[in-house]
Nanobody, 128 residues
Framework: EVQLVESGGGLVQAGGSLRLSCAAS????????IGWFRQAPGKEREGVSCISSSDGNTYYADSVKGRFTISSDITKSTVSLQMNNLKPEDTAVYYC?????????????????????WGQGTQVTVSS
């Protein structure tokens, strides 16, 4: 069973930075996509960023582009999300998601049902 473990969440002041990580295990896929989603209380889940293991292609939501950077260490099966210039509206539970396969059209567009497995989430709180 694929397991995803997020870490790095916490409380940070507006304008500060935080780095999240997602450790994936229990899979044998050579081609997979890992995405970051977030959900704030009372709001719908939204995609943040994603990256493909096969070619390194990335995608960012407009709300975070220029502030967040996704990267991967393929040898360690880990994906990181560097979040800079954080804003109070970034406050949410951040989830790591996994899709194993080559039909990446939905996953690479941050469509939630394009992913098969989800982590437990890590809380990010940005104070003003």
């Amino acid at each position: 069973e694929v397991q995803l473990v997020e870490s790095g969440g916490g409380l940070v002041q507006a304008g500060g930075s935080l780095r999240l990580s997602c450790a994936a295990s229990g899979f044998t896929f050579e081609d997979y996509t890992i995405g970051w989603f977030r959900q704030a209380p009372g709001k719908e889940r939204e995609g943040v960023s994603c990256i493909s293991s096969s070619d390194g292609n990335t995608y960012y939501a407009d709300s975070v582009k220029g502030r967040f950077t996704i990267s991967s260490d393929i040898t360690k099966s880990t994906v990181s999300l560097q979040m800079n210039n954080l804003k109070p509206e970034d406050t949410a539970v951040y989830y790591c998601a996994f899709y194993g396969g080559i039909l990446t059209a939905q996953a690479m567009k941050l469509i939630d049902y394009g992913y098969d497995y989800w982590g437990q989430g890590t809380q990010v709180t940005v104070s003003s």
